[in-house]
């Protein structure tokens, strides 16, 4: 799937990839970035998937990332590539005494290794590109507590990852953000009130739309400026 001419010229939009673009903060990133960006969605595909690709005139990218075995092959004739959102993520809350192997496996998969390869093998096109690598992490990633386990480490993993690549390519033009979001309103975030037994209030989270424009100002930023690391909390009510 080539997107465009790989020689791009000086008035080409930049090319940008968003993983879990179906979800609340990807879809809203895609919308915030609709028009400017040439825009590649990855998901695990479906109607929705498609449904935001033909809103935002968006290309799908079906990705499992619990196999990252497969995904140079979906990455095969990409094309060019500016920047990549790691958006994608999922949580499991629970004690270290309840969770197996199961669940941190799943959740370090999803969460820190599928990011880790897929900047792997992104990484040439993106130097090509002087292009920004974004990380949307968690507060969970700067501060564990008690039923977070799993969830924080591969968060900590996450931005352990974000500083090594940040420092690595520096040289290379290639900026590196961490975003770390409070309780934002997702369908991510009523699952963990669920689990919590909790009552799910989106007016009392961060609107996904303020996160994405978040993220799109960190990817416009001008070339002067590397904003490395963004802790994002819900306002006061």
């Known amino acids: 799937m080539s997107l465009s001419n790989p020689e791009k010229s000086s008035a080409a ?9 179906s979800g609340g ?7 915030a970035l609709a028009g400017t960006h040439e825009l590649i969605l990855g998901g695990r595909g ?3 998937l498609n449904a935001l690709c033909a809103e935002v005139g968006g290309h799908p990218l079906v990705l499992d990332l619990t ?3 497969t995904f140079a092959g979906a990455l095969a004739g990409l094309g060019r590539v ?7 993520g999922v949580v499991e ?6 969770q197996d192997h199961a669940v941190w496996t799943h959740t370090l998969a999803v969460n820190t290794v599928a990011p880790a390869e897929l900047t792997r093998l992104l990484l040439p096109t993106v130097r090509q590109e ?8 968690s507060g969970a990633g700067l501060s564990a507590n008690a039923g977070w386990g799993s969830y924080a480490a591969s968060k900590f993993a996450l931005k352990a990852l974000a500083d090594a690549l940040r420092g690595e390519e520096e040289a290379n033009g290639v900026r590196v953000t961490s975003l770390y979001p409070g309780r934002t ?4 975030q009523r699952k963990v009130r669920s689990q919590e037994g909790a009552e799910y209030t989106p007016e009392a989270f961060i609107d996904p739309q303020t996160l994405a424009a978040t993220i799109a100002f960190v990817l416009n930023a001008p070339r002067d400026a590397t904003l490395t690391d963004l802790t994002v909390r819900p306002g006061p009510q």
């Open 130 to 137: 002087r292009g920004t690598f974004v990380f949307v992490n």
């Open 93 to 98: 809350l629970g004690a270290v005494a309840e």
């Open 13 to 21: 939009k930049p090319v940008t990839l968003i993983t879990g673009a």
């Open 25 to 31: 903060i990807g879809s809203a990133l895609a919308r």
């Open 185 to 188: 309103a997702t369908e991510m």
């Open 46 to 48: 479906g109607a929705a």
């Open 67 to 69: 196999r990252p075995e």
């Open 82 to 88: 500016s920047n990549v959102v790691h958006n994608a």
